[in-house]
């Protein structure tokens, strides 16, 4: 919005209100936008006087997901593993929270393969309930596979 006209009429003055409320929002959603990032980032984009284009920068330069978060998110995914002295209701909170990065990154994993996933993230101390997790038909989404493995546990 265009600094408003000086001016005794109420038109201007309505204008001069609706300018300084907009000003305001602005300063506050420029300022928590840049708060949220971490300092590099902050100091990349204060350039910035209004929180509109701050955002459009931000969506430009960090937007996509890059090859290498992709990777990292994936190999994260694929190496996770169950640790022994966490509950596996905690365990199984995580697994989809790791999906759901995935699939805002566009890699979206079939029922089968977040199925796998679990199975394979289990310790190798489960190894007999694993076996029999992995020859199980009727175990096809994570959901019937975290129904399963909240009973056992």
Not at 52 to 57: A, V
Not at 124 to 141: A, C, G, Q, V
């Amino acid at each position: 919005m265009n600094k408003p006209r000086a001016g005794n009429r109420v038109q201007h003055k309505q204008d001069r209100e609706a300018y300084e409320t907009c000003k305001k929002i602005n300063s506050v959603a420029r300022i928590m936008l840049l708060r949220s990032m971490d300092n590099d980032l902050m100091r990349e984009f204060k350039v910035h006087a209004s929180a509109k284009n701050l955002w459009e920068d931000i969506k430009i330069k960090l937007g996509t997901t890059s090859v290498t978060r992709l990777r990292s998110l994936i190999i994260k995914f694929d190496t996770y593993k169950k640790c022994l002295d966490v509950p596996m209701k905690s365990h199984l909170r995580q697994m989809p929270n790791m999906i759901n990065e995935l699939a805002d990154t566009g890699h979206v994993l079939t029922d089968e393969q977040q199925v796998q996933a679990v199975i394979h993230s289990l310790p190798y101390s489960w190894d007999h309930l694993k076996i029999t997790l992995t020859h199980n038909e009727y175990i096809r989404t994570f959901e019937g596979l975290r129904q399963h493995l909240d009973l056992k546990e």
